[in-house]
């Protein structure tokens, strides 16, 4: 099992990363649970899979649990499931001392995320993700909150898990295409922060699809090293954690102008990636080379490289418009200098994203 620290003072925490963490969460929460009561915020499918695993662990470890069951799918990462969560709270009368144990992906991690850091103004929150995406990305920094007409994370608040249980077997039952979508989050570590991990990916291309458990351990491993150590930095994106937004800025625009559909989020992201390092190709910041090894590597993991047709980019720019990562009113990009090194932009000439 691989154990990657977060460093955040007093709000530190370790994530756990190995094959059966879930079967043995019981004896792992009990190290670090004030409380003698566990709420495992789940959604139906992940309950099917995983969810009798894990209340068996932790009431074997002596805990009294309670199942809450959520809706499945972005559409429902709102308020009223927040609400829902609290309700059940109350009625079994759980206390600042007792923990949320948020089992499943990163839907489900922020909106149990969020109902931890408000309930009786904030308690723990335990993340056990299970998607790839979870794994490598959401459960780990603290970002928790849902969705609110206007915007997406509209509503949130940091509120940092006291630990991150990812069981790599969960990984298993992941769609091909959920897979891949977390695919482009582990790329995308590669790309600001490390040349190797950039050439083991390309090196790795049939092991990682295949799921082998050593390639997996290693994918996750990596990938919260980085985060944790971007995160430990910049907790709050005061300015380097922005990094880990590259080739969200464009892949929201496009998201934004498909109405959030058609495209998958991982999917948005890594036509996104293509066009940011494009961008800083046509800026003179990175070689031709670059551009095409991240093309190249998103094509091999079977993720899109180009923009769909329907979408033109004055409608991505639009889409981009109503980013909330924009700071002052001008857009920030981040760009590239080469595979590994990144750099934010926000002094760009207007509308330049108009020449990818
Ligand atoms: P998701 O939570 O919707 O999960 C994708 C699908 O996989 C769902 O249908 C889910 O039920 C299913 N699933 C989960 N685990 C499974 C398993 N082991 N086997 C089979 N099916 C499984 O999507 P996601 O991609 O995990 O997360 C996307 C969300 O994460 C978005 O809401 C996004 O805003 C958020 N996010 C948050 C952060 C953060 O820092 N907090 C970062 C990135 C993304
Ligand atoms: N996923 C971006 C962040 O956590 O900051």
Same mark, same amino acid.
């Given at each position: 099992?691989?154990?990657?620290?977060?460093?955040?003072?007093?709000?530190?925490?370790?994530?756990? +990363?190995?094959?059966?963490?879930?079967?043995?969460?019981?004896?792992?929460?009990?190290?670090?649970?004030? *409380?003698?009561?566990?709420?495992?915020?789940?959604?139906?499918?992940?309950?099917?899979?995983?969810?009798?695993?894990?209340?068996?662990?932790?009431?074997?470890?002596? $805990?009294?649990?309670?199942? =809450?069951?959520?809706?499945?799918?972005?559409?429902?990462?709102?308020?009223?499931? =927040?609400?829902?969560?609290?309700? +059940?709270?109350?009625?079994?009368?759980?206390?600042?001392?007792?923990?949320?144990?948020?089992?499943?992906?990163?839907?489900?991690?922020?909106?149990?995320?969020?109902?931890?850091?408000?309930?009786?103004?904030?308690? !723990?929150?335990?993340?056990?993700?299970?998607?790839?995406?979870?794994?490598?990305?959401?459960?780990?920094?603290?970002?928790? *909150?849902?969705?609110?007409?206007?915007?997406?994370?509209?509503?949130?608040? $940091?509120?940092?898990?006291? +630990?991150?249980?990812?069981?790599?077997?969960?990984?298993?039952?992941?769609?091909?295409?959920?897979?891949?979508?977390?695919?482009?989050? @582990?790329?995308?570590? *590669?790309?600001?922060?490390?040349?190797? $991990?950039?050439?083991?990916?390309?090196?790795?291309?049939? #092991?990682?699809?295949?799921?082998?458990?050593?390639?997996?351990?290693?994918?996750?491993? %990596?990938?919260?090293?980085?985060?944790?150590?971007?995160?430990?930095?910049? #907790?709050?994106?005061?300015?380097?954690?922005?990094?880990?937004?590259?080739?969200?800025?464009?892949?929201?625009?496009?998201?934004?102008?498909?109405?959030?559909?058609?495209?998958?989020?991982? #999917?948005? @992201?890594?036509?996104?990636?293509?066009?940011?390092?494009?961008?800083?190709?046509?800026?003179?910041?990175?070689?031709?080379?670059?551009?095409?090894?991240? %093309?190249?590597?998103?094509?091999?993991?079977?993720?899109?490289?180009? %923009?769909?047709?329907?979408?033109?980019? !004055?409608?991505?720019?639009?889409?981009?418009?109503? !980013?909330?990562?924009?700071?002052?009113?001008?857009?920030?990009?981040?760009?590239?200098?080469?595979?590994?090194?990144?750099?934010? %932009?926000?002094?760009?000439?207007?509308?330049?994203?108009?020449?990818?």
């Amino acid at each position: 099992m691989a154990e990657i620290r977060v460093n955040l003072g007093e709000r530190s925490y370790s994530i756990k +990363a190995g094959e059966g963490v879930l079967g043995n969460c019981g004896p792992l929460v009990k190290k670090i649970a004030r *409380g003698g009561g566990v709420a495992i915020v789940t959604n139906r499918k992940v309950n099917g899979l995983f969810g009798e695993t894990c209340r068996r662990s932790l009431e074997k470890a002596g $805990f009294r649990t309670e199942t =809450v069951i959520l809706p499945d799918g972005e559409r429902f990462k709102n308020l009223a499931q =927040v609400s829902k969560i609290y309700d +059940a709270l109350v009625k079994k009368g759980f206390d600042r001392s007792d923990t949320i144990f948020a089992l499943g992906g990163g839907v489900v991690g922020d909106i149990a995320g969020f109902a931890a850091a408000t309930y009786m103004r904030g308690i !723990d929150c335990i993340q056990a993700p299970t998607t790839l995406l979870a794994q490598v990305d959401s459960s780990v920094g603290g970002k928790t *909150g849902v969705d609110y007409p206007g915007g997406k994370n509209l509503i949130g608040a $940091f509120h940092q898990p006291r +630990a991150v249980l990812a069981d790599l077997s969960a990984l298993k039952t992941l769609s091909e295409r959920e897979f891949r979508c977390g695919m482009a989050e @582990v790329i995308k570590y *590669g790309i600001i922060k490390s040349p190797s $991990f950039f050439g083991f990916l390309e090196k790795s291309v049939k #092991e990682i699809l295949r799921r082998k458990p050593v390639f997996l351990e290693e994918i996750v491993r %990596k990938s919260c090293r980085i985060k944790a150590d971007v995160v430990s930095e910049d #907790e709050r994106e005061a300015g380097l954690r922005a990094i880990l937004n590259y080739g969200h800025t464009f892949g929201h625009g496009i998201e934004t102008a498909l109405d959030f559909k058609r495209l998958k989020h991982g #999917e948005a @992201v890594s036509i996104g990636m293509v066009m940011a390092a494009e961008l800083s190709r046509r800026l003179g910041l990175c070689g031709e080379k670059s551009v095409t090894r991240i %093309k190249n590597l998103l094509g091999a993991y079977g993720l899109p490289v180009v %923009k769909p047709r329907s979408v033109s980019i !004055d409608d991505v720019i639009e889409g981009m418009a109503h !980013d909330k990562k924009k700071m002052a009113g001008s857009p920030r990009f981040v760009l590239i200098n080469k595979i590994g090194s990144c750099i934010i %932009k926000g002094d760009l000439p207007y509308n330049v994203e108009r020449f990818v």
